[in-house]
């Protein structure tokens, strides 16, 4: 269980512009409503994907409208007058043939979405994929997007239940190249299966 106490103190003390949260219940969505004073602004994340729950991002910064042809997963943000497309993404695991090849296709949909290379855009989400292995590799080369990854300094999202340097990054965040890294972390277990990745991007 996330005690959503946990994470209002994790929030004031790094005081991030965004925050998404990833596989939210109904009741869990409840209750972020009483971090509204912080986060005036949220979005419904609902994907189209069998099986994947649902995740919401909260926002110190206004969402641009959506339109009914809009996609429900991009989150369209103006902060200082620039647009960011936040794209919520949580990829299936790959533990069968089948949720392997749904993965491709899931691949495939997001590669689609972001054709348009000159905008600013963020995927955030849980990939199911190492930083190492041939299937990332290949998406942030066919997709021009970034990442930025430090062998001394690893950040280790899953399992959070075993000591960091047991685990593995599965969870990340990707940028287009007028987008830059500045620091990048983890946080400690807050009850759930994955540690919340913390990072500073400017553009």
Known sequence: TVYLEDLQELILKENPDVVHFQEITSNFKDKTKSLKSIFPYSFLVQYKFPGIADSIILSKYPFKEKNDDDDSIIAKIIVGGTELDILSVHLYSSWSK??????????????????????????????????????????????????????????????????????????????????????????????????????????
């Open 98 to 203: 089948h949720r392997f090849n749904s993965a491709d296709k899931q691949i495939q949909i997001i590669k689609n979405m972001i054709k348009d290379k000159d905008r600013n855009l963020i995927l955030v989400g849980d990939f199911n994929m190492t930083n190492i292995s041939r299937r990332f590799i290949s998406f942030l080369d066919e997709t021009n997007l970034y990442t930025y990854t430090s062998y001394l300094h690893p950040t280790f999202t899953w399992p959070a239940y075993l000591p960091w340097y047991f685990g593995i990054q599965i969870d990340h965040i990707l940028f287009s190249e007028n987008i830059k890294m500045v620091k990048k972390k983890t946080a400690e277990n807050l009850g759930s299966d994955h540690r919340a990745l913390i990072v500073d991007l400017a553009f």
